[in-house]
């Protein structure tokens, strides 16, 4: 008993022609990949921006106002992705390490975790945004 699968060319053909199209053009100015990924990461942005203000007790603001969204990276494999949180190239900052996961140091601290628990929470919600968006962006180009 054989297996047939026909299409697979015509498939690859539209998959390619899809990624051109979001690769080339773009909402907001910009490439419609790096817009979607940062547009669907606000949702972690916004709950890790909440976990930074609560816990810790806020005492300067500089944890807070370092959380940003990167831009989309390509990656040499295929794919893209983009980065929430603090960007120390930027000036963020420097201690989100210490304050994520705690220190020993001469005064020791506990872990007060705003990164992860941001993610856990709301990454379906992200997820759920990129898929729509994709959508959005593929039907409005006529690929869908």
């Known amino acids: 008993m054989g297996l047939e699968i026909t299409g697979a060319t015509e498939l690859s053909q539209d998959i390619n022609e899809m990624a051109d199209a979001l ?3 773009g909402g907001n100015g910009g490439k419609a ?7 669907a990461a606000q949702p972690i942005l916004e709950q890790m921006l909440i976990n930074a203000s609560s ?3 806020v005492i300067s603001g500089k944890l807070r ?3 940003k969204i990167g831009r989309a990276v390509r990656h040499r494999k295929g794919g893209y992705s ?3 949180g603090i960007h120390r190239a930027d000036g963020g ?3 989100g390490n210490p304050v ?3 220190h020993g140091g001469p005064h020791p601290a506990p872990p007060h975790p705003f990164v992860r628990p ?3 929470a709301r990454v379906d919600e992200a997820y759920e945004k990129v898929k729509q968006q994709l959508i959005t962006a593929l039907t409005s180009r006529g690929l869908l």
């Not at 990949?33 to 547009?39: A, D, H, K, T």
């Open 23 to 25: 690769r080339t053009s």
């Open 33 to 39: 990949c790096n817009w979607i990924l940062q547009n």
């Open 55 to 57: 816990n810790p007790k």
């Open 65 to 67: 106002g370092s959380i």
């Open 82 to 84: 983009v980065t929430v």
């Open 93 to 95: 900052a420097a201690y």
């Open 100 to 102: 994520e996961f705690g």
């Open 118 to 120: 941001a993610f856990d």
